[in-house]
Structure formats: structure tokens, C-alpha cells
């Protein structure tokens, strides 16, 4: 093989699959299943498969900001990663998010650098401009399902403010509007979709599932393949170009510390002999974090119930017969984009509306119709860390995002709760909901309370990043070209390089990076830079 990339989820497959288009033979060693189950490909399947085996659930360290809580956090574990198995939502992020990478460090990263890799990737089927492109393997799309209480959401967002947006990944992010998903016809196309079917069809890419890598081998400084297990049994394979970590935000980290790359003081704490001290390793970790503002229905409105037995059967058939119906639906099906001091400034906060009263996992599920406006401060200056656990690669590591630890997230989160709860109030909504407040409730208006009431309520939006941050410093991992400083034919290429958290979801810039790793790596000229 020439390339071993370790994970098969976003970053990964649209790096195996440019690779192997490019007549690279490529190996994906992913430590999930194949992306066989029925549900990964129907847009609402995804909240049925929240608590499967398809994603890890990481327990964090008690969080001390939120009341000591310790919240899960659910990656994707299956062939396509978060693609599989997230809510599809197609956000790139601010122009002002890249510009930071480059002015930090990470020359050749910003957005005028990167935008031509989102078109590259993108085949938008209603954008065509200077920032969308429409033949790329991503297919993008508009929702053919939305309810009656997201369209309520989107009016009422703008009787309090709000300006309407036809997209949030043009010009401007600033706004309210219906999301864009990676799907196509009722489908959803994932990373493994878009990328690696196609790829498959050259005789040059390789897929193993179920293979949980348990080191890097090397040869003096030279990264020269990988050990993994696979069925009770321990393989190992060589690469004659690159190793490639494509593991993500949590598991890379973990994954270079087993190899004796990282802090020295945690190596030796667990007996690991050091092979290259990065101090960065696993620090810098970063994640959205949202709260709920909820208000009850005063019918059946939204997608409350449709899960039960016989709407189920009915909506599948209306799904399979007619693409229609609330299967056809990613359930997040609008968001909004704000800055909570000046209406006019570059946003701060995002809110995802869901149709339904959605809380944490852990709580007891609340079984009435609703609506959920769920706020996150997008740039958030919280940092924590990823250690390891102990030195056994099947054991979760330690996972600590230091949740709120900035006082900046938690003044912006109140506000943006307060927002989220003016809009819920707003007339559009008036015939849905109603008129007394579910969650915080009504006579929650103190900001000491308010804040408790993040602290008790707070949950991740699933977008770790950060962990293996690109950067020249002496606290970088990897290069500008996401080669592991100090370390040869070893790179990394996920959500883990990134300097800084982007400005919304993160699935959409994982495959930008893949993208963008596939020129670099192949040694081509990066695509001319963007005007736009």
C-alpha cells in the first residue's frame, strides 16, 4: 500500500478517495462497521441511531462549570464517521474563522484558501456562484420536508430581529433560515457515499472494517505503518509513502500518545517510552455547547409521536413511495446566526431549532410536543484537554473539554438563551405554542439563575476539534502541510488540526481539509486562491 489512512470517517474518505482516483493505492483502516444499516441513509434515521453502537459515547470528566456533571460525548464510529450518522446540516463556517488559522500560524489556510476546496467538494443543486459549486461528489440540497413549527421559527426569528438568509455559507452567515444538507434525493450522502463508493470502482482502495489501531511503527524518525487489531487478532501493515490519522479530535491524539508521541510528563506517567515529545498533543480540545429554550405545543404540531408504531409504518411507506413526509426530514431543519451585542456584527451565537422538545440523553424524556430553540456560542474560548486513560487502545480516554471555563462563553450563552427565548415568544409562534414558557421557564429572569440554568442544561453540539492543532509554535502538532512536526511520512488530517473551532458544524471543513490534504499530499499546486 501506499497510503495507510487510519479512519474512514469525513476528512479521511474524501482523502482516501481523491487519493485512489488519482491511482494511489490506498488502505482505510476503520474501527466501526460498514455504513450498511438501512437508517444511516434516511435523513431522520440518524436520531434513531443516537445511541447505537454506530457512535462512541465518551463520558467527559465532571465538568466543574456545569454543576459537575459529566456529559456524553457521541463521535461517529462506523465507515463515514460523523457523516453517517450526524443530522447533515452543511455549514462551513465565517471567512474570519480561516483568516484566524493563517494569522496564527497556519499560512495557506485562509479563506480565500480554502473556499475553493468547498466548491471543489460541493454539488450544490441551487447555489451557483463565487462561493458554491455544483459538480463536486458532496451533494448538497434543500430540504423537501419542513414542518409548520420551523417555518413559525423562521418567521418569529425575524419579528425579533433576526434578517432572513437564503444561505448561510455565501457572503454573509448572518441570519435566519432553512438549512442546506448533504443529501440528494432523499438520501443522504455521507463522506463514505460521496467519496469512497466511487473510489472503490478504480481497483485502487482498500476498505477494512473493525480495526482498532493500536500503534504507529516506525523506523528511526520514519512513520513506516501500523499495528491493529482485528477479530482477536494482532496485524500489521506498511505503507510505502504515508501513514495517514484520520481518527479525529479524540481518538488521533489518543493514538499518537500510544505511540510514544506526545507530553512527556503524560507519557511517563503511563510508562510510555518517549519516542517524540509534542507537548500539543491532545491539548487545545474545543466543542460547541448548547442549552434548550422550550416551549410546549398546544396540539399535536412538529414531530412529536411520529415515531410511534403505526405513523411509523406510514411514514416509511409514504417515504419510499412518494419522498415525502417527516422521514424525509434531518429534523434540524432551520438555524440562525447572531451576534448577541450588536444585531449588525459578525455572529457569535448559533441556534438550532428542533421541532420537539430535545434535551440531554441522560435526562428522562419529555413526552409532549414542542419546540426547542438550542443556542451555542460559536467561537468559544473554553480549552481543554485529551489524556489518556490508561495504555490499553480499547479504553476510552480521558476526554475534558473544560465546558464554560471562560467566562466569556457563559455571558454570551445567557444571552443568547435570553435571544432564543424572545423568539419562542414572538406572535408567529403564537398558534403552536403555548403562551407560558417550558424550559427555563417564565420566572427564570435572574442572571445569576440563568446561568445555573446553562450549567445544569448545557450538552454538546458533537464538534470536537483542536486536539492535534496545525501551527508553527511549540505547542502545533502539525505542520501547515499537517505533517507531525519533528516526525517523517506522518501526518494528520481531520477535525484535530484545527487551530481554532469554525463558526458552526463542523462536517462540511473536515471534508474541505481532506480535500485540501489530497493536493498536498500528492505534491500539486494548491487550486488558485478565491476573489470571492
Known amino acids: 500500500m501506499d497510503y495507510v489512512i487510519v479512519g474512514g470517517g469525513s476528512a479521511g474518505s474524501a482523502l482516501a478517495g481523491r487519493l485512489a482516483q488519482a491511482g494511489a493505492k490506498v488502505l ?201 487489531s482485528r477479530n482477536g487478532r494482532l496485524e500489521q501493515v506498511r505503507a510505502a509513502e504515508e501513514v495517514v490519522l484520520s481518527a479525529g479530535a479524540v481518538q488521533s491524539p489518543k493514538l499518537l500518545m500510544l505511540s510514544g508521541i506526545g507530553p512527556e510528563a503524560e507519557l511517563r506517567r503511563h510508562n510510555i517510552a518517549v519516542k517524540h515529545r509534542l507537548e500539543g498533543v491532545g491539548q487545545n480540545l474545543q466543542d460547541h455547547l448548547e442549552f434548550p429554550a422550550v416551549r410546549f405545543c398546544t396540539g399535536r404540531y412538529g414531530y412529536f409521536g411520529e415515531d410511534t408504531f403505526f405513523r411509523s409504518i406510514k411514514n416509511g411507506l409514504q417515504y419510499m413511495l412518494f419522498k415525502s413526509g417527516p422521514v424525509m426530514s434531518n429534523v434540524t431543519e432551520a438555524c440562525a446566526f447572531v451576534n448577541v451585542d450588536d444585531i449588525e456584527a459578525e455572529p457569535n451565537l448559533q441556534m438550532h431549532f428542533v421541532p420537539i422538545v430535545f434535551m440531554d440523553g441522560d435526562r428522562e424524556p419529555v413526552k409532549r410536543a414542542g419546540a426547542t430553540v438550542n443556542p451555542c456560542v460559536l467561537r468559544p474560548q473554553s480549552r481543554g484537554e485529551i489524556r489518556l486513560r490508561s495504555t490499553d487502545p480499547a479504553a476510552d480516554p480521558i476526554v475534558d473539554p473544560r465546558y464554560l471555563s471562560a467566562p466569556e462563553d457563559l455571558r454570551i450563552s445567557v444571552k443568547g438563551l435570553n435571544i432564543a427565548r424572545d423568539i419562542l415568544a414572538q406572535s408567529a409562534f403564537a398558534p403552536y405554542l403555548e403562551k407560558t414558557e417550558a424550559f427555563p421557564g417564565g420566572d427564570m429572569q435572574d442572571e445569576q439563575a440563568l446561568q445555573n440554568y446553562v450549567r445544569s442544561m448545557g450538552k454538546t453540539v458533537y464538534h470536537p476539534v483542536g486536539t492535534c492543532r496545525m501551527g508553527r509554535d511549540d505547542m502545533a502538532v502539525v505542520d501547515t502541510e499537517l505533517r507531525v512536526h519533528g516526525l517523517r511520512n506522518l501526518r494528520v488530517v481531520d477535525n484535530s488540526i484545527m487551530p481554532s473551532l469554525i463558526s458552526g458544524n463542523t462536517n462540511a471543513p473536515a471534508i474541505m481539509i481532506g480535500e485540501k490534504a489530497s493536493d498536498i499530499i500528492r505534491g500539486l499546486q494548491p487550486l488558485p486562491p478565491s476573489n470571492a
Not at 459537575?68 to 457521541?74: E, I, S
Not at 430581529?161 to 438520501?187: E, H, L, M, S, Y
Open 28 to 228: 482505510i483502516l476503520e474501527a466501526g462497521p460498514q455504513d450498511r444499516h438501512p437508517l444511516i441513509h434516511i435523513p431522520a434515521g440518524f436520531v434513531k441511531l443516537l445511541d447505537s453502537k454506530l457512535l462512541y459515547h465518551y463520558r467527559t470528566e465532571p465538568q466543574e462549570a456545569l454543576n459537575g456533571r459529566a456529559p456524553v460525548m457521541p463521535q461517529g464510529n462506523v465507515l463515514g464517521g460523523g457523516s453517517s450518522v450526524n443530522a447533515a446540516i452543511y455549514i462551513r463556517g465565517q471567512r474570519s474563522d480561516y483568516d484566524g488559522w493563517a494569522q496564527a500560524g497556519a499560512e495557506g489556510w485562509a479563506y480565500r484558501d480554502v473556499l475553493p476546496y468547498f466548491r471543489r467538494a460541493e454539488g450544490n443543486d441551487r447555489l451557483s456562484d463565487d462561493y458554491h459549486g455544483t459538480d463536486g461528489p458532496l451533494s448538497v440540497s434543500d430540504l423537501r420536508q419542513i414542518t409548520d413549527l420551523t417555518r413559525a421559527f423562521v418567521r418569529s426569528a425575524q419579528q425579533a430581529g433576526i434578517p432572513f438568509t437564503p444561505d448561510f455559507n455565501g457572503a454573509r452567515q448572518r441570519g435566519v433560515g432553512f438549512n442546506q444538507t448533504t443529501t440528494r434525493d432523499g438520501r443522504r450522502c455521507s463522506a463514505a457515499v460521496a467519496y469512497l463508493r466511487p473510489a472503490l470502482k478504480t481497483g485502487n482502495l482498500e476498505i477494512r472494517t473493525g480495526c482498532l489501531v493500536t500503534r504507529l511503527l516506525f523506523e528511526g524518525d520514519r512513520a513506516v505503518g501500523v499495528e491493529y
